[in-house]
């Protein structure tokens, strides 16, 4: 879009609602230079400039908490900090950076009176004293908070995140990463083999009006607005997961694994957790392997566990050997859509596992195996930190022309022409129906984040992230 930056008299003539709408529909960037033609080009440019605000570091969020109006704050609706510093540390400051950026949050947050989604990348916790910046913004439904320090040094206790999480009056969707168990909740994880990094002296989080004393990760479960919970990179052997009463109807559930145990005690947090609140669950993305036992978890007076879900997503860190009993054991469910990711190494693994997936479905399609299922989505990371941004709730990225085959070599480029072959041979349709449709490869970002897009039969779609 051009822009005509001279004013004149029909541009002044107009209401200032007219100008702020007008102002509203233009780029971010022709904003930036209609900011500059006036003083009241500037002013009617500050909701778009402040719709969407981002602070890449500690030193930048100082700066922003001291030069920037207070008033400007009421027009973020995006709005991500990280508190990592831009510059080396020095010893002299590590005590007292987390206070000096709880200060700053404490400038900048309680005017955010309209923030919706809200992203902290934390690099170190948080003063107790920031908790109460929360409870005053009611319009914010979407929380992220990412711990992305070092996690030995600086943890982020679940008991700050978890009264954080609970003072927001209508939260919606809560995101945690690398949150780190309190001793006061996790006595049995203090000096026990594994290793597993605990928080000690956060006995000082006062008590919350709902939870009060419990402020454990399970106790999430106890906020009636939540529908969508993801906790990737954090413990979850806390045995209140499969007692605590739930107050929320999760329909969005996306459980990562603890680095620090085995894939068999992941497996049965999952469990544990999936037989508590499965039974709302429309979508879900999962790290480790289900087995019948999932079932067994669930409480006697709720419905078996998994019985509306519909959309699956399968990580790169997912063991490829059990992706055919996984998905067997969610036989039941309703699944219309399945999205895998791997490794570029685990191509070959993956295209066969997929292979006596489909075999399977088509063996049992007379018995309502799989009679939903209406996409599969396949995507692969060439590394596992790409995947890191990739689950449920993203967006798909642009297709591009090159076929993925060529981008790959060898057997790998093979083993997805075979599963192309495989597909069209099957005829992979509704029930009914006859399907025309084709195994098409598509190239993803490093990063992008994707959703699924409705397809008319169970085709494969190859993305790569490379």
């Known amino acids: ?228 919970l993801r906790i990737r990179d954090t413990h979850l052997g806390d045995p209140q997961w499969a007692i605590t009463p739930v107050a929320c109807s999760l329909q969005v559930l996306d459980l990562g694994s603890c680095c620090h145990e085995s894939n068999d005690y992941n497996r049965l947090c999952t469990e544990r957790i999936m037989g508590t609140i499965g039974h709302t669950v429309d979508e879900c993305a999962l790290n480790t392997a289900l087995t019948a036992q999932t079932f067994t978890h669930a409480k006697p007076d709720t419905p078996r566990p998994l019985k509306k879900l519909r959309k699956v997503h399968l990580t790169p860190l997912f063991p490829v050997e059990n992706v055919v009993d996984t998905l067997a054991t969610l036989s039941d469910s309703p699944v219309e859509s399945l999205a895998v990711q791997c490794h570029e190494d685990d191509v070959l693994d993956m295209c066969s596992a997929l292979e006596d997936f489909l075999s399977l479905r088509a063996e049992r399609g007379q018995t309502g195996f799989y009679q939903h299922l209406n996409e599969i989505t396949v995507s692969t990371v060439s590394d596992l930190a790409d995947a890191l941004d990739i689950g449920v709730g993203a967006m798909r990225p642009e297709k591009s022309a090159v076929p993925e085959e060529e981008r790959l070599s060898g057997e790998s480029a093979d083993a997805v022409r075979r599963l192309r072959e495989f597909c069209r041979d099957l005829r992979l349709g509704a029930p009914g129906k006859e399907d025309s449709s084709d195994l098409s490869v598509e190239k993803a970002a490093a990063n992008a984040a994707r959703t699924s897009a409705s397809a008319p039969s169970a085709v494969p779609v190859w993305e790569s992230q490379a």
Not at 104 to 133: G, R
Not at 157 to 170: D, G, K, M, Q, T
Not at 171 to 196: M, N, Q, Y
Request: hydrophobic share 40%.
């Open 1 to 228: 879009m051009s822009l005509n930056i001279t004013p004149n008299p029909c541009w002044n003539g107009l209401p200032a609602e007219m100008k702020l709408s007008i102002v509203h529909q233009l780029d971010l960037d022709d904003v930036r230079i209609f900011a500059k033609v006036s003083h009241e080009c500037y002013q009617l440019s500050v909701p778009s400039l402040f719709r969407t605000v981002r602070i890449a570091s500690a030193e930048a969020l100082h700066q922003y908490a001291s030069y920037v109006p207070k008033s400007y704050n009421r027009h973020i609706r995006h709005l991500t900090i990280c508190t990592k510093r831009a510059k080396p540390q020095q010893s002299s400051g590590l005590a007292s950076q987390p206070i000096r950026v709880t200060d700053a949050l404490i400038d900048v947050l309680p005017f955010c009176k309209q923030v919706e989604h809200l992203t902290l990348n934390l690099a170190a916790s948080l003063a107790k004293a920031v908790i109460p910046c929360f409870e005053d913004l009611s319009t914010l439904t979407s929380l992220c908070i990412d711990h992305c320090g070092d996690e030995a040094r600086f943890p982020l206790s679940e008991r700050l995140i978890v009264s954080i999480a609970a003072s927001v009056p209508h939260l919606r969707h809560l995101s945690l990463d690398r949150i780190t168990r309190s001793a006061l909740h996790a006595p049995d994880l203090v000096g026990a083999r594994p290793f597993v990094p605990v928080v000690k002296g956060d006995d000082d989080i006062p008590d919350h009006p709902v939870l009060g004393y419990e402020l454990r990760l399970p106790s999430l479960l106890r906020l009636s607005t939540l529908k969508s």
